[in-house]
């Protein structure tokens, strides 16, 4: 199971880690850690030296109820760091966490591999166009609402089935518009509460049968936090153990904060299945 990053494939047969860079002053972890470029240089080059195959690069928070940034203001966010990451790195495989069509066509032009988009194109219908036009890897995940009004959508008959429908819509539009390499995020913390983040963790491999990369971003959420009785600060241990129990399930791709401990926790997952 490969895909094509801007002609250079990827095997995401192998696990793989994708860290998180946010350009953001409200993050719900790292928020204005990330503020000058030297600052963002250094984080990208640890990232990459620890062993990470993407950097995530996002400049609207998504938290719930995180405040609405303008397009302008994400632009002028994401783009000196974009280029600079660019310039400075120009083998490494940026991926831009954004909904919004117009920025991501801007990101793709300046050098950016791969969109990742929290609403699968739900927010702005021009998006599968415009992903489809570069032929760039698009990760799609579920969510329903906003980041403003997600937190008052969560009830669900059956959370796994609505979410393997939902993707089953998705994945078909996506293909229709000429969009080739697909990932999945089941959408840990988006329009869930947190025994339904468990319950799409318990049954993962469930989403398997869609024949996908699955991405799993639980890095320092309140779903392991809230359960410990602590903070994000303190949720390195908690994101590890679930972050290995993702990898039994299936998933191809850890989105985290913490590069290090991601990639150790593949290698002996490795290790275990070989």
Wanted: overall charge negative.
């Amino acid at each position: 199971m490969t895909i094509n990053c801007l002609g250079q494939l990827i095997d995401l047969s192998h696990p793989r880690v994708m860290g998180i860079l946010n350009i953001t002053p409200n993050s719900f972890y790292d928020g204005n850690r990330y503020n000058s470029d030297e600052i963002i240089l250094n984080q990208v080059e640890k990232m990459l030296t620890e062993g990470a195959t993407f950097i995530d690069l996002g400049a609207y928070s998504s938290k719930p109820n995180a405040a609405l940034v303008s397009e302008e203001e994400e632009i002028a966010r994401l783009m000196p760091a974009l280029q600079s990451v660019l310039r400075h790195f120009p083998e490494s495989i940026i991926s831009v966490d954004t909904f919004r069509s117009n920025v991501a066509k801007i990101c793709l032009d300046t050098g950016a591999a791969i969109i990742n988009d929290i609403s699968a194109g739900s927010l702005d219908q021009e998006m599968f166009a415009v992903v489809a036009s570069f032929q760039a890897p698009y990760i799609m995940m579920h969510m329903r609402g906003t980041p403003q009004t997600m937190t008052s959508l969560t009830h669900y008959d059956d959370i796994v089935k609505e979410i393997r429908y939902y993707f089953s819509e998705k994945v078909a539009k996506a293909r229709s518009c000429g969009i080739c390499d697909l990932i999945i995020d089941p959408g840990f913390g988006f329009a869930k509460t947190i025994d339904q983040n468990y319950e799409v963790l318990q049954k993962l491999e469930l989403f398997q049968n869609l024949e996908l990369p699955i991405l799993a971003g639980i890095s320092r959420k309140s779903m392991v936090y809230k359960i410990i009785d602590s903070d994000a600060d303190h949720a390195l241990n908690g994101t590890t153990a679930l972050n290995t129990i993702a990898l039994t399930k299936g998933v191809s791709i850890l989105r985290v904060h913490d590069v290090k401990e991601a990639v150790e926790s593949i290698k002996l997952f490795q290790k275990i299945r070989s």
